[in-house]
């Protein structure tokens, strides 16, 4: 059996706020989060979970369900790296890393939100590599050790830990956090076994996002002119260098890391836990429509999230992850009504819209407005990228088809 534990701390201050105990045990993981008494008093103190309320602890989470993300609560999972920076971190430090050592040896600067971790001298941990998060300039070297990487070729164990380090939360893609000036932006790579031009087209659709009335972060492409162009995504949870806390949907809802979920279900928590709950419900409404419109293939609960915006509210955060399935998939990871189908339908939005408390008027009026845009800026969006002629026809499928026509007529 082996215990662990870390002060647990907010922003750039390091303002106190709990103390996280992890224990692993054979195959089992646990943990139990407590918040310090003077953050229960602090004018500014709020749960870092909603469900994680201030008046209540010891808070416990456990992979007695089978899955080990489960170990920790949801809050934390969000500052953990995902599929690809868990394999970098197994290849640079070991198999049997824990739940825990997934937390920890993730740079503390690159980490999603605004939690901190500190040792029992209250010195923050920082990772494996202090300061390891690369410079934009550094990103042609960077895409070549991922390559390497992805290639199972030999890498430096300073390279690859350099690689762990700024790997960051979320995905199973190949990324890297990037420092460009005073601001973070995520770099995600073009995979070596990727067939289609995948990080061009997330950069198209998040423009045709934001053309179409959602709020999305600034996206860029590097190294355009290569054949392995990067995708930048610059990092919403940051704002002129302050961290912003951060909580995907799952956490939001409770869920464990297996559960799927709906949007109706997001819907209530804004309801309860929103700053201006209408104004998200429209934003949630017009991004399902959107998400239907161009076959997202990856609308699950982790990927879509809320920023904290004091007093105990919170935001729907900035769109993201948006990748447009060209095998023209039916399926929403997230369904649209709780207890309903995951069909990806237009129709079903459509008599969903009260959920969202707007009108059927209103609702017909986003279909169609996005769905104009689609259809008149879908190919300029992916001409501007550099995705043309054939590998254009190819996506023509996720842009162009039956639920595009139903909410042209709706």
Known sequence: MSDRSARVALGQSLTPVGHLRFTKTGPRQFSSFSYDAAWREYPRGFAIQPDLALDGGPYHASSAGGDTRDALAGVFMDAAPESW??????????????????????????????????????????????????????????????????????????????????????????????????????????????????????????????????????????????????????????????????????????????????????????????????????????????????????????????????????????????NPATDRTAHLETAIVEGGPHDRSIRLAFEACGFFEITKTEAREIIRQVATLIRGAWRDALLSVGVSGSLARDYEPAFAHEELDAALTI
Not at 127 to 149: M, Q
Not at 167 to 180: F, H, I
Not at 184 to 203: G, I
Not at 270 to 297: G, Q
Request: net charge neutral; hydrophobic share 45%; proline share 4%.
């Open 85 to 322: 920076g868990r394999r970098l971190l197994e290849r640079a430090y070991g198999a049997g890393l824990c739940e825990f050592d997934f937390l920890t040896l993730s740079d503390d600067h690159a980490r999603q939100g605004a939690l901190r971790f500190l040792d029992a001298d209250g010195k923050i941990i920082r990772g494996g590599t202090p300061d390891s998060v690369p410079r934009l300039i550094d990103l042609e070297a960077l895409t070549a050790i991922a390559r390497a990487y992805e290639q199972a070729k030999d890498i430096s164990l300073e390279d690859l830990r350099a690689l762990a380090g700024a790997g960051g939360s979320g995905g199973a893609r190949p990324k890297a956090n990037v420092q460009d000036g005073d601001a973070l932006w995520l770099a995600k790579f073009t995979s070596v076994f990727d067939q289609q031009p995948v990080e061009r087209v997330e950069v198209a659709t998040l423009t045709l996002a934001r053309a179409c009335g959602i709020r999305a972060p600034d996206v860029r492409l590097e190294l355009a002119a290569t054949p392995f162009p990067v995708a930048l995504i610059r990092r919403f949870d940051r704002r002129d260098g302050a961290r912003i806390p951060y909580i995907s949907a799952r956490t939001a809802l409770g869920k464990s890391a297996s559960e799927l979920g709906a949007y109706t279900e997001i819907v209530d928590f804004m309801r309860a836990f929103a700053a201006d709950p209408e104004a998200d419900f429209r934003e949630l409404y017009r991004r399902l429509i959107f998400t239907i419109l161009v076959s997202n293939k990856d609308d699950h609960l982790k990927n879509h999230g809320f920023l904290y915006v004091g007093m105990g509210r919170w935001r729907l955060s900035p769109v993201f992850d948006v």
